[in-house]
């Protein structure tokens, strides 16, 4: 065929960047193995729409696949040799696994981090109150959402209740198909000429997110507000709580609808949750399935990414550290603090987190030259953070280098890109903290059409080859 083509066509595609489509570029058998991967992703996306319920499910993946707790190690005094699997657990809502190395932690390790929270609405502290008739359950919501996207749609409760005399009862409400929905309720077009008015960050308020959760009045004159009492029956029959104990409560409202199939070819994911799921479940997958490897290898997921990676379970935390250490002091005949800081100095991280496909019904936003396309492969963002790239820890030009010889070695399809034009917005990830440590971090994720909505759209190509960038840079990055 080269002979057909004029120097000027053979020239260009020496020369030019084209990323491809990845349709166009797997096999018969990797177009089936990405079809059953993503399979097994819509289930896990079903099971673990919160951040307790991703630790819990990885938890149970973990141990069959051979993982132990570290703290097995520590409380024996145990050393760590190559090939043992070991992992951790914070506060049931941020997870670390580590498949150990043959060579010695000072020399580094590579990691993968990604987050598992995603925007939703919590339950304020007391929330249940009655009005005309009605019963709702105040929230709050977490992380940026547009608030019109959550009414007059179905809506299921997780978590979990710490009772008055310290049980704890965990909570699903509206996941199985014969189960009852929550919804918010919006006003009729009839009536919302000034409400249509209104900037479409304001039609709907955070105040406004109210549950609606029942209509039935308790059977009592002499009561006041009966359908509440009525509502507090049913909970306290059920979960044997009473209203104080909400007061202790982490209660979570997400959407009720499973992972969908889209298209006429089914080729991609809708979902909630897909920021950061699609990434951390495909890092998870990672680790799993290694087993043995020259530099110790790390999967890290933190919780409240979404609202700037603080408290004790974000990537802002002592966790990742500390773990670190652990599996240094267990590997090391003479462990000090220096141990630590070379490891930190010497490991090189994936910052696993999603970036905005370009969308043509919105062109306007994105810079089509620097933008990332659905199905064209992972997407390396060598910067984040918004306006003058504040809050971003820019990749240095020689790891953004490795990287891209790494994926290109091991037959990955990726693609470079940033979120949209500059001073349109902007957004941040764990890199930034993970740099702080001394590692070499550069952000690498799949492509998300819908971000932050209640249902968002991501590639099944886009979702098999993150999870193959993941595995090779934890087995192979040097």
């Known amino acids: 065929m080269s002979e057909n083509k004029t120097t000027g066509q053979q020239l260009s595609e020496k020369l030019s960047y084209n990323n491809p489509n990845v349709w166009n570029k797997i096999s018969d058998e990797e177009f089936k193995t990405i079809f059953s991967f993503s399979e097994d992703y819509k289930k896990f996306l079903d099971s673990s729409k919160t951040e307790r319920e991703f630790v819990k499910e990885t938890e149970k993946l973990a141990k069959a696949r051979g993982f132990v707790s570290i703290e097995d190690f520590i409380n024996s005094n145990t050393a760590l040799k190559q090939g043992m699997k070991v992992y951790r657990i914070f506060k ?15 020399m580094g ?6 987050h598992i929270d995603s925007p939703r609405l919590d339950l304020k502290p007391n929330p249940v109150y009655e009005s005309s008739g009605m019963v709702f359950l105040k929230t709050h919501y977490y992380g940026g959402i547009k608030k019109y996207q ?33 919804t918010i309720t919006d006003l009729l077009p009839h009536l919302a000429a000034d409400q249509m008015q209104k900037k479409m960050g304001e039609g709907i308020t955070g105040e406004g997110l109210n549950i609606l959760t029942g209509s039935i009045p308790y059977n009592d004159e002499k009561v006041k507000e009966k359908v509440k009492l009525n509502i507090l029956r049913l909970l306290n029959e059920k979960y044997g709580i009473i209203e104080e104990d909400f007061l202790s409560a982490e209660l979570e409202i997400v959407p009720a609808f499973k992972a969908r199939d889209i298209g006429f070819d089914r080729s991609m994911v809708g979902a909630y949750g897909q920021d950061d799921r699609v990434c951390s479940y495909t890092s998870l997958r990672s680790i799993l399935d290694l087993e043995n490897v020259e530099k110790t290898a790390v999967c890290v997921l933190t919780d409240k990414e979404e609202v700037g990676s603080m408290g004790n379970t974000g990537a802002q935390s002592s966790f990742l550290e500390n773990f ?9 005949d003479k462990y000090t603090d220096m141990v630590l800081r070379r490891c930190f100095t010497n490991s090189k991280m994936l910052s696993a987190d999603v970036t905005a496909a370009i969308d043509p019904n919105f062109e306007g936003v994105y810079d089509k030259l620097n933008s990332s396309f659905i199905g064209k492969g992972i997407v390396l963002m060598k910067y984040t953070g918004a306006r003058g790239k504040s809050g971003s820890s820019d990749a240095n030009a020689e790891f953004m280098g490795e990287v891209r010889k790494l994926f290109n070695d091991n037959g ?21 903290f993970m740099a702080n440590m001394g590692m070499d971090v550069i952000d690498c994720g799949v492509a998300v059409l819908s971000m932050h909505s209640p249902f968002e759209v991501t590639s099944k190509a886009d979702i098999y080859m993150a999870y193959k960038a993941y595995r090779a840079f934890m087995e192979d990055m040097n």
Not at 96 to 105: C, D, E, N, R, Y
Not at 109 to 114: E, P
Not at 324 to 332: G, M, R
Request: hydrophobic share 45%; glycine share 14%; proline share 4%.
């Open 109 to 114: 390790m590579n990691l993968v981090g990604a």
């Open 324 to 332: 670190i250490a652990d599996i240094c002091a267990l590997s090391s």
């Open 92 to 106: 049931n809502k941020t997870i670390a696994l580590a498949v150990i190395g043959s060579k010695p932690p000072k």
């Open 150 to 182: 959550w009414v007059t749609i179905p809506l299921s409760m997780h978590g979990i209740i710490i009772k008055k005399d310290g049980s704890s009862v965990d909570v699903v409400v509206g996941e199985d198909e014969n189960d009852t929905v929550f």
């Open 412 to 432: 990955i399809l990726w693609q470079a890109g940033e979120l949209g034009k500059v001073d349109k917005g902007g957004g941040g990830t764990i890199a930034q």
